[in-house]
């Protein structure tokens, strides 16, 4: 055997092991969370808030949480969505691809989309204080979306990228304007990663805690104003886990649960849109 089939032969264990370490940490982690939240999982738990006592094992649940998160996540992919589509648009269109202009703003998104939640919290919570604001819906929904949107522009970017350079000349040449080009034709044909870039900034955003902890704030109530505090999913979970009393903590492995199963139903619904959709790309 020669020196480049023991190489092949390594790098193939290699990859193989990685893969198993992979999908076993995500059985492991899935089996841990429903094995124990499954028990404390209830309907009551799922359409009632917090009563009182309720961090102390008594009656009530989580549903404040369940809808702030919903809040702050569609929120924060919908803010997200309308400034990275027209700063990647700018880039594809406007820009040549490899321009120096347009490296150095896929460089910057990089470096922000590497930069730990906890300072975009820190960064959310001066502006508040600057502005003299609140813990508030609106504050969580600004950082989360600051948070997001070097993910979901990345990765538009690289979906657009995979479109063929010369339907892009070809609308040009028969008299579409720029914007009859992004709107009609490249937004058609990565549409589906579009959605995708969505669906993973959604998860992203609902299941961050460092980024709403001082911004978004905690209540007991069901969110009704961009200027109250409202409460999520991921600091729900926190809260439980971190008191003394066994049922309350059972409890935050249910909430783990109802958050697992919130980004799998989201998961789903992309992807079966997503199959809709393809039919319009051209391969």
């Not at 930069?115 to 989360?144: E, Q, R, W």
Request: overall charge positive; hydrophobic content about 55%.
């Amino acid at each position: 055997m020669d020196r480049r089939n023991l190489e092949e032969g390594f790098f193939k264990i290699i990859m193989a092991g990685s893969a198993i370490i992979t999908v076993m940490s995500l059985i492991f982690i899935l089996s841990t969370v429903f094995i124990k939240g499954l028990p404390a999982l209830s309907i009551d738990m799922i359409i009632k808030t917090p009563q009182g006592g309720y961090y102390i094992g008594r009656e009530g649940g989580i549903l404040n949480a369940i809808l702030g998160s919903l809040a702050i996540g569609t929120g924060a992919t919908a803010l997200a969505l309308a400034v990275s589509l027209p700063v990647v648009f700018y880039l594809h269109i406007y820009r040549r691809k490899k321009s120096k202009f347009s490296k150095m703003v896929r460089f910057f998104l990089d470096v922000l989309w590497g930069v730990p939640s906890i300072v975009y919290g820190a960064f959310g919570f001066t502006v508040m204080i600057f502005f003299g604001l609140k813990a508030s819906l609106i504050a969580g929904i600004f950082t989360v979306a600051l948070l997001i949107i070097p993910i979901m522009a990345r990765s538009i970017d690289e979906t657009l990228r995979m479109i063929p350079f010369e339907m892009n000349e070809s609308c040009l040449a028969l008299g579409s304007t720029r914007w009859e080009l992004a709107a009609k034709v490249i937004t058609r044909q990565a549409f589906p990663g579009i959605l995708t870039a969505a669906l993973i900034s959604f998860g992203r955003g609902i299941g961050d805690a460092a980024s709403v902890l001082f911004t978004a704030g905690f209540t007991d109530y069901i969110p009704y104003s961009l200027f109250k505090p409202v409460a999520t999913l991921p600091l729900a979970i926190f809260f439980q886990l971190g008191t003394p009393f066994p049922e309350v903590r059972q409890r935050g492995y249910a909430s783990a649960l109802v958050l697992t199963l919130l980004i799998l139903a989201v998961s789903v619904v992309a992807r079966l849109m997503s199959k809709k959709f393809v039919r319009n790309i051209i391969k």
